[in-house]
């Protein structure tokens, strides 16, 4: 009981140790070392037993033949003595020579076998297979041997005795016989040797029936006896006593050697017995000692088989335990825990991150555990931080995405993200940005999904679809050079960069350059214009200089016939040289009004008007009708719009462009011909508008054609700079005409288009349709309407003539006037006299110039009204004055109306005029 | 230089060492049996192993019991042990016979780990065995065997003689000589007839003495045999009466001697004729069976021995066997025993676990070549034929049955031996 206990408490403490102290890896190998050394330990109990069964198995069959081989032997033995008795028994009988064969022969080859048997057994017996008892023994089977030789010799030697002693006629017995019957034969019947040899004859046949050798010398006596009475019978003659003295001689001779013989044949006789018994006892111990051997080899088979099996099934039922322990222990150690592991995995894949695994043990699935318990930590950590780090990058992205989204949305490029669709032969468009909705004029919903070709049909001939092509195929990012795209719905300038992305997709990056190439053009044309206005401005220092003077020489002469026309009858005849006068000095001035005109621009006041009106206008003005007159045969036509809206424009200008345009086709008419003025609306867009700088939209055109022989095609190009006239200068023009009719019409914001062949040439301006209240029609007034109603004016210019002008038109319209010949005299009077409006001209010298002035005299008086008055347009200081204060600006020459109705709107506050 | 002679030095020291400890430990070589008819080897522990042939059953039996005792004391005497190793007996009987004798031997030479025999008691049994003894290479010591056969006759080798054969007991052929001596001169027997019994010692008794009887001018009127076992003397004896012997010499064993004896006595013309037998009568059983029948009766047998070692073995063989010998014959048993052990201590070679290992003709040889071997039955020299003792016999007559075999022995009535 306490041995089960001890045992009991011995397997627990290994199962703890085994458990506890040792590693899953160092478990298994125990396990398995302990599966292997069960099973090692039935393969050698297998082989060990194997090996000791076969070699009981061996011994046994050695034994076996051992046993065999001595029965067979003793048979043999006991057969050949037999055999070797029956020769004895039989040979007188059958005859020695049946005998012979029939006994003697057959016992000699039953001797002989048994000789080989016994070799045979000693070669068995010396073998180390057999037995110890029978190897110990191994003496016994040597004599066996020993003693079988000895009978084949014995044996053959007694029956070599007994053939010489008892064969047919050569045997001693026949011979002594045969001796016998001649000394028989030689004596006298009756006779006392006779009797004697009969007597001696009789312990002769007595010995042969008794062998007993006493007989044979009571025979020898009596022969003793016989031999003497031979000797002295008288009836035998001395041959017949030779010859039975030689006889009996013979016989007694013959007797001594049958009584050797027979003597020895005891002896064999005696050996055979001596044989037979030793070799009964070396048989007998042979036999028990062979099946003794057999027994114990049985014996010992079925004990090692008893083993054996014992043996095997104890280690393979330890082997069974040990399995079932190792299963056990790997269930519980291994299949349980990482069970419990792959759960533990499962929450974890659940997102479980709080489980815990217990860590029981300190092996490996133990640290394993302590291991995923740390990576549970860990990851928990790592996933509050992962979280936290993905919400920080989520915000990030969000604020990446937005800022790239606001980058892709705001970006100034146009950006399309489209997809390889049909193998590439076409791309759908996937994505775009506000720029391309911006540039392109369509919405992204209309763009998304739609295939490039469809939404933009010129992508082919533009280029840019094999480039899109090429990179989708490629990858390799490429780049566009700046290309001019147009179909039916946009058109511009594009730059495009073309890549691939991960994605697969293709991106193409663009940037409508069309604003940068028109403003390339306008650059152009700016500097066409900067070269023309320096050319202008140089025309125009010069003109402005001349105008100048020529203005204030031209307000006396265009001035002072009015006032002489006023003070003059009717009848009087000076009334048509001061018309001439007046109207040269008109014309000189609207010489100087184009000069201006083409150096500064058609500055004057727009007004809403109809160009029809404007038209019908100039056909009936004077110049016209001289012109008519001078072209008699040109037939001047017009085909007017009665739907054509107003424009706003400077009246003046547009009817000196009619004019100048009609009276270059009337010119360019030789002889007959058809001057044809037409009005239309028109809208102007894309190409024609950017190239004319113009905005796109409705405008109002005017046709000038004649059937003339129009303009040479490398004169186009110069039509319009001042002074290029094909005319005879001073004959025919001045050489501004074309110059004035185009800053005229760029100056009202329109375009002129020339188109000119040798069948004629058309003019065609086209206007800007006026807006819905802007630049109403001014209401005509009467002159009578400027007139005084007792305000009382300075007038301030340096020209005295100018002085003089200004003051009679003004007194003659009423006003009450004062005239101040610097602006240091105006600001010194009106310090003292209050005056409601100042005349003001700008260019006084020497003294303060028309701004200083009027700076002081805002000093004294902030409210004071003025006009400014220069011969030149609106300059800087025009400008600067009418910044202070000073909004109305009358230009030089000026008629007493242009004068009373802008010194009566000044007063009167009506800012119309403006 | 002075490295290179460093590194010499150091390395003859290191095979010198090598070699002395290879000498050292080196296993002694394993003998190897050079003798040309094989050794005997006797593993440690083993038991040295001796073969015993004597007459130990029939009427002789008494001669053969004696051998034995006398082998057994001279076992006792070295406590049954040679050269450390305990000494084994295999008795066998071979009932005195010439097959038996075969047959005995045998069954000792088919244990190849047979030494030597010990043996036999009677000369006829010797012939048979002796010749396997000597095919198997063993060597055989007898003290008993006296029958000139088996050694030399006149200083010849005799028929029998077999290599490896020894006696301690004395050649009877002078036996012979030395009776027909006696009754020629000192009986004045001038007829004398013999029986012999077809053995080998009693036919080589009966020719010595017929030789030498008729060499004196005697006349051997009969010579007669009778067969082991014949019970009717009366026809032999007549023929002895008939052929006018005056002395019947028969050298025969019991019971056929005993036989002759008896029937001789009443049996008319034995009155005058003096008989005379061997030393195989020569002990108490023949005596207590014949009684008075056999006084005056002669004897002609070896001379017995004297002296303190003798006296001491027969106090020691009283001590042991409780009982006085009844002959002297197992002195030369005694004497062959401590012949033998001798012979082998000079051979045998032992090894240190106590391996012996004997050359089987060395043993012979050494046996051959002893001389002066102090025996109880004096000093033995072995000749080249075997015979070790020296031929001393006595002519001894019952005159006192009563006095039994000592007082026949010591009734001398001729003796060959020098007189001191």
Redesign the interface.
């Known amino acids: 009981m306490k041995a089960f206990e001890f045992v009991m408490a011995l397997w627990q403490r290994l199962g703890n140790f085994v458990k506890n102290g040792l590693s899953i890896k160092a478990r298994l190998a125990v396990g398995i070392a302990v599966l292997l050394m069960l099973t090692l330990t039935n393969a050698v109990t297998v082989l060990v037993g194997r090996s000791l069964l076969n070699h009981a198995a061996e011994v046994m069959a050695d034994n076996q033949e051992i046993e065999r081989l001595v029965l067979e032997m003793n048979y043999g033995m006991q057969r050949a003595r037999r055999l070797h008795s029956d020769f004895f028994l039989h040979a007188q009988e059958i005859g020695f020579a049946e005998a012979h064969e029939k006994y003697a022969q057959p016992s000699v080859r039953q001797i002989s076998q048994v000789i080989s048997l016994s070799k045979t057994l000693q070669k068995l017996v010396e073998q180390s297979v057999v037995g110890e008892g029978l190897h110990l023994n191994h003496?016994?089977v040597?004599?066996y041997l020993?003693?079988a030789k000895?009978f084949a010799d014995?044996s053959i030697e007694a029956v070599e005795v007994f053939t010489g002693l008892h064969a047919p006629i050569r045997g001693m017995e026949p011979q002594l016989e045969g001796i016998l019957d001649e000394i028989s034969a030689e004596l006298n019947r009756g006779s006392e040797s006779f009797w004697l040899f009969m007597d001696m004859k009789s312990h002769i046949q007595e010995y042969r029936i008794s062998r007993?050798?006493?007989?044979m010398?009571?025979a020898?006596?009596v022969e003793?006896i016989l031999v003497k009475s031979v000797h002295n019978d008288p009836h035998v003659d001395e041959s017949r006593r030779q010859k039975l003295l030689s006889l009996l001689d013979q016989g007694r001779n013959l007797a001594v050697k049958i009584?050797?013989a027979e003597?020895s044949i005891?002896?064999?006789l005696?050996?055979f017995s001596?044989?037979a018994l030793?070799v009964r006892e070396v048989s007998t111990t042979l036999a028990k000692m062979a099946k003794k051997e057999v027994e114990h080899s049985q014996q010992k088979i079925h004990s090692i088989r008893s083993l054996v099996v014992n043996i095997i099934l104890m280690v393979t039922l330890t082997g069974v335990v040990a399995a079932f322990w190792l299963a056990r222990m790997f269930n519980h150690s291994v299949i349980r825990r990482v069970d419990r592991l792959t759960r533990f995995a499962g929450e974890l894949r659940e997102g479980n991150l709080e489980v815990l695994i217990p860590e029981d043990s300190g092996d490996e699935l133990g640290q394993l555990a302590r291991t995923f318990n740390l990576m549970s930590a860990r990851i928990r950590g790592l996933v509050n931080n992962l979280e936290q780090k993905v919400a920080q990058r989520t915000d990030e992205l969000v604020v990446s995405e937005g800022r790239y989204r606001q980058l892709f949305e705001n970006s100034s490029s146009g950006v399309i993200i489209c997809e390889a669709c049909d193998e590439g032969n076409d791309f759908i468009v996937r994505d775009c940005n506000r720029a391309v909705e911006t540039i392109e004029h369509i919405s992204r919903e209309e763009l998304i999904g739609r295939r490039v070709t469809a939404v933009f049909p010129g992508i082919q001939e533009f280029g840019l679809f094999a480039v899109i092509q090429s990179v989708w195929k490629n990858g390799q990012p490429r780049t566009m050079a700046l290309g001019y795209y147009a179909d039916e719905r946009v058109s511009g300038w594009r730059e495009n960069a073309v890549y691939k992305i991960a994605s697969g997709e293709i991106v193409c990056v663009y940037n409508d350059r069309t604003a940068e190439k028109q403003a390339e053009i306008e650059k152009l044309a700016m500097e066409v214009k900067l070269q023309r206005s320096r050319k202008m401005e140089a025309l125009g220092l010069l003109a402005g200089g001349v105008a100048h003077d020529l203005n204030n020489i031209l307000s006396g002469i265009v001035g002072f016939p009015d006032i002489l026309l006023m003070n003059l009858p009717q009848d009087s005849e000076l009334r048509k040289p001061i018309g001439i006068i007046k109207d040269s000095g008109q014309r000189a001035a609207a010489v100087v009004a184009d000069l201006l005109t083409v150096a500064r621009g058609a500055t004057g006041r727009r007004e809403q008007a109809g160009l029809n009106a404007l038209v019908l206008e100039y056909l009936a003005s004077p110049e016209h009708l001289s012109f008519v007159a001078r072209h008699p045969q040109v037939e001047c036509v017009t085909r007017l719009d009665p739907d054509l809206p107003s424009i706003l424009c400077s009246p003046v200008h547009i009817k000196k462009c009619i004019m100048n345009l009609v009276s270059n086709a009337m010119e360019s008419i030789d002889g007959a011909g058809r001057v044809v003025l037409s009005t239309s609306l028109e809208h102007v867009a894309g190409q024609m508008a950017r190239e004319n700088n113009v905005n796109p939209g409705e405008y109002a055109v005017l046709h000038v054609s004649d059937n003339g022989k129009g303009i040479q095609e490398k004169d186009l190009e110069h039509i319009f700079e001042p002074f290029y006239s094909k005319k005879i200068m001073g004959i025919s023009g001045t050489g501004l005409g074309l110059a004035v009719v185009w800053n005229s019409v760029v100056d009202h914001g329109g375009m002129i288009q020339v188109k000119s062949s040798p069948a004629g040439t058309v003019f065609s301006l086209y206007f800007p349709l006026a807006v819905q209240g802007e630049g109403d029609v001014e209401r005509s007034v009467e002159p009578g309407d400027f007139r005084s109603r007792g305000e009382k004016i300075l007038i301030v210019d340096d020209e005295i003539m100018l002085r003089d002008l200004a003051a009679a038109m003004l007194s003659s319209l009423g006003y009450e006037v004062e005239v101040a010949a610097s602006g240091e005299q105006a600001v010194a009077y009106c310090q003292t006299q209050p005056v409601d409006l100042v005349l003001l001209d700008m260019m006084m010298e020497p003294g303060i110039n028309g701004l200083e002035t009027y700076r002081q005299l805002l000093a004294r008086s902030p409210n004071q009204k003025a006009i400014v008055v220069s011969g030149y347009a609106e300059t800087d200081e025009v400008t600067a004055v009418q910044a202070l204060g000073a909004k109305r600006f009358l230009k030089k020459p000026y008629s007493i109306e242009q004068l009373g109705r802008v010194v009566r709107y000044e007063l009167d506050g009506n800012l119309t005029e403006i | 230089m002075v490295t290179n002679k460093l590194f010499c030095c150091r390395s003859g020291v290191l095979a010198l060492l090598l070699l002395s400890s290879w000498g050292c430990s080196r296993e002694p070589a394993p003998f190897v049996c050079t003798d040309p008819i094989g050794c005997v080897d006797v593993a440690p522990q083993d038991p040295l192993q001796f073969g015993v042939l004597q007459a130990l059953s029939g009427q002789v039996a008494p001669l053969g019991l004696e051998q034995l005792r006398g082998i057994e004391l001279a076992l006792t005497k070295c406590q049954k042990e040679l050269l450390g190793h305990p000494v084994i007996l295999q008795i066998e009987d071979d009932g005195c016979t010439a097959e038996g004798g075969a047959n005995a031997a045998l069954k000792i030479i088919a244990d190849p780990q047979a030494v030597a025999i010990l043996g036999s008691t009677c000369s006829g049994a010797a012939v048979t065995a002796s010749a396997a003894m000597a095919s198997a290479g063993l060597t055989m010591i007898s003290g008993n065997n006296s029958a000139p056969f088996l050694t030399a006759i006149g200083g010849e080798r005799a028929p029998r003689w077999q290599p490896g054969y020894f006696r301690t007991a004395s050649n009877e052929e002078v036996a012979g000589k030395v009776a027909a001596q006696y009754v020629h001169a000192n009986l004045g027997v001038r007829k004398a007839a013999t029986i012999n019994d077809g053995d080998i010692y009693s036919r080589g008794l009966v020719e010595g003495f017929e030789q030498e009887f008729r060499q004196l001018g005697g006349d051997i009127v009969l010579s007669a045999a009778v067969d082991k076992g014949d019970a009717q003397m009366q026809p032999v004896l007549t023929a002895v009466v008939e052929a006018g012997a005056q002395l019947l010499f028969f050298p025969l064993f019991q019971p056929e001697g005993n036989r002759i004896l008896l029937q001789s006595k009443g049996m008319a013309g034995f009155g005058q004729v003096v008989l005379m037998s061997d030393g195989a009568l020569i002990e108490k059983s023949f005596l207590d069976a014949v009684g008075g029948e056999a006084k005056g009766m002669y004897f002609v047998g070896p001379a017995k021995a004297n002296g303190v070692l003798v006296k001491a073995l027969v106090q020691d063989y009283v001590a042991t066997f409780k009982a006085p010998p009844s002959t002297n014959y197992y002195l030369g048993a005694y004497d062959s025993v401590n012949l033998l052990f001798a012979a082998i201590e000079k051979v045998a070679v032992k090894e240190k676990d106590g391996t012996l290992h004997i050359g089987r003709q060395a043993l012979r040889d050494a046996l051959y070549m002893t001389k002066m071997f102090d025996g109880v039955s004096g000093r033995l020299t072995c000749d080249q034929f075997g015979d070790c003792a020296r031929p001393i016999f006595n002519v001894l007559r019952l005159d006192d049955p009563a006095a039994g075999v000592e007082g026949l022995q010591t009734n001398v009535q001729f003796t060959n031996a020098v007189q001191p």
């Open positions: 003496v016994d040597n004599l020993s003693f000895r014995t007993q050798r006493p007989e010398q009571s020898f006596n003793n009584l050797v003597t005891k002896s064999q005696n050996d001596i044989q030793a």
